[in-house]
Nanobody, 124 residues
Framework: QVHLAESGGGLVQAGGSLRLSCLAS????????VAWFRQAPGKNREFVAH????????DYTSSVKGRFTISRDDAKNTVYLQMNNPKPEDTAVYLC?????????????????WGQGTQVTVSP
């Protein structure tokens, strides 16, 4: 059983930067690929980024490529999402999720464990 806890959300101005963290406990973190999803009010949960178990492959949804960076530190059981140049349309609750699969998974159904989420609000 893996427990995930997100932190680092808040209010940021467009063009600024913000770093989200996802701290894992209760399992062997390096065995899991980890993703960030986001969900805005009235919208479906949306894939943002994924990093594989080894950290060798990272993938992003097209709208954040070149602005967001996902990374992991297995010694700290933590995955990060560095958000540079955020835009108002990035406003959402950001959730991290863990999958035992060894490939990039962009659907929420591929993830066994979820955090509670952290709110990110980007002002114009």
């Amino acid at each position: 059983q893996v427990h995930l806890a997100e932190s680092g959300g808040g209010l940021v101005q467009a063009g600024g930067s913000l770093r989200l963290s996802c701290l894992a406990s209760g399992g062997t973190f390096s065995n899991y690929g980890v993703a960030w999803f986001r969900q805005a009010p009235g919208k479906n949960r949306e894939f943002v980024a994924h990093i594989t178990r080894s950290g060798g492959i990272a993938d992003y949804t097209s709208s954040v490529k070149g602005r967001f960076t996902i990374s992991r530190d297995d010694a700290k059981n933590t995955v990060y999402l560095q958000m540079n140049n955020p835009k108002p349309e990035d406003t959402a609750v950001y959730l991290c999720a863990a999958s035992p699969l060894g490939v990039v998974v962009i659907t929420p159904y591929g993830y066994d464990y979820w955090g509670q989420g952290t709110q990110v609000t980007v002002s114009p």
